[in-house]
């Protein structure tokens, strides 16, 4: 298996896997600290927080790329298959403009001054590294949603032979 196959099948799993365990062994360790050692982590609650937004994003985008998020599908149900796949193909359509538009909008978020200088409380990070986790987040997701519309659109190019 090539690398970039074995990126585009696993990245997500494997930075998201990597997230959530730092984030288990953070609250571990702060409840710990906090109920054995009698001293919390001041700078754990924050990080958490931090690590669990970007684990989110990245679990947006590797629902994507499994089809796991929630759909709605009475009315697809009663289509034909056909136009079942025209019905995906517009919704894929749909949810990457929406994915282009979130990208662009918080890059220009993340650009703005008053954004650009600022700094977490406790841990001192800036603020636009936590912003990024969404921008990145919908890009990747948009890459996702564009795999399936190419795997869609092939399946009716199918079809139609």
Partial sequence: MSLVKWIDLNIEKVMASTLLAAIVVLIFGNVFMRYVMNASLSWGEELTLWLFVWFVWLGVSYAFHTGDH?????????????????????????????????????IKLIMLPFVASQTSVVLGLPIPILYASAPVGAALSAIRVIQHLIRTLRLIAQTKA
């Fill in 70 to 106: 929630v759909r709605i599908t009475v009315l697809r149900d009663i289509l034909s298959d056909r136009a079942r796949l025209v019905a995906d193909v517009v919704i894929a359509l749909l949810v990457l403009g929406f994915l282009v538009m979130l990208t662009i909008e918080c």
